[in-house]
């Protein structure tokens, strides 16, 4: 039970982005070639890394989720602190050997991530608790760091991967814009510095709108029209949040985005599609059966 409970400590939910991104990427580097052994690899390392950074966010996090009330491994004591530490550097210890096999890019890559997560969750910089470093080192780890993982050389960043990573920049951006809002009241039980915490709804959703709308833009003069619609789609939910108001409409307007962005790359790789399904429906049942609340959910 303690490996299950790892394993979902490392919020596979919460991967469903990363992975999702790797993949929509790969189809359009790719021309729609199906993933090689290097791409598994890839992905491995990309998971094991990011697990490790949400590890260690949960160890810094520890006060202020328990403010927030956000079902929390450490605050139930199913895991020690010194054991999350340890998984930590485990499984980051293993991404990095793994990306070296790869490759030199993809493991300066999965490095950068590294130094990355750590600053973002730790102290003294802790990016996560300042609006700007935290909203630019989102729109780094996922938006330009995925789409940039697929390339081996400097002469093989086409201007479609720049593009790609542009458009998920962008959109990470605007998600992360609307995340910290529910969080605002514990963020300042603790003196944080979020965007939450200068801005207000109004401004941060406004925000939000215009980076998906230039995301959208972005791929509509690149004719890739399925994440046009993706942006489409962003930008009317978040403008419906603004006008409504709604705590848990607002929580829908960031999640169903990302289903979206999932089951288009499950669109385009089928076993994924079916990895998606058997994934929330153990995530549904491991947290029926160990904390008794219904997870995932869409608000």
């Not at 210890?93 to 096999?101: R, T």
Request: glycine residues 6%.
């Amino acid at each position: 039970m303690k490996l299950i409970d790892f394993i979902f400590a490392a919020r596979p939910m919460l991967l469903l982005p990363v992975w999702s991104i790797f993949l929509l990427a790969y189809h359009r580097v790719a021309s729609g070639e199906p993933l090689h052994f290097a791409e598994y690899a890839k992905l491995i390392s990309i998971t094991l890394m990011t697990a490790g950074i949400y590890y260690i966010n949960q160890y810094f996090d520890y006060e202020t989720d328990l403010i927030n009330r956000k079902l929390g491994f450490l605050q139930k004591e199913i895991i020690s602190k010194r054991q999350l530490v340890a998984a930590y550097l485990s499984v980051s210890f293993l991404a990095i050997i793994i990306s070296v096999f790869v490759g030199a890019i993809f493991a300066l890559l999965v490095g950068t991530v590294f130094v990355l997560g750590l600053f973002y969750s730790a102290p003294p910089l802790r990016f996560k608790d300042r609006p700007v470093a935290g909203l630019l080192a989102n729109m780094a780890g996922y938006g330009l760091f995925l789409p940039l993982s697929l390339t081996y050389d400097i002469t093989s960043i086409s201007l479609s991967v720049i593009a790609l990573a542009a458009y998920f920049s962008l959109v990470v951006g605007a998600t992360f814009m609307l995340t910290v809002i529910p969080d605002r009241v514990g963020d300042a039980a603790v003196r944080k510095q979020t965007a939450a915490l200068f801005m207000s709804d109004r401004a941060l959703l406004t925000v939000a709108i215009a980076m998906v709308t230039l995301a959208g833009g972005l791929m509509l003069a690149f004719e890739i029209y399925q994440l046009a619609v993706v942006s489409l789609v962003a930008g009317a939910l978040y403008l419906a949040a603004l006008i409504f108001r709604s705590p848990p409409f607002l929580l829908f307007s960031c999640k169903f985005p990302v289903l979206l962005i999932s089951l288009l790359a499950g669109w385009y790789f089928p076993a994924y599609l079916v990895f998606i399904l058997v994934l929330m429906a153990t995530t549904q049942l491991y947290y029926k059966k160990r904390f008794g609340i219904n997870y995932p959910r869409l608000n």
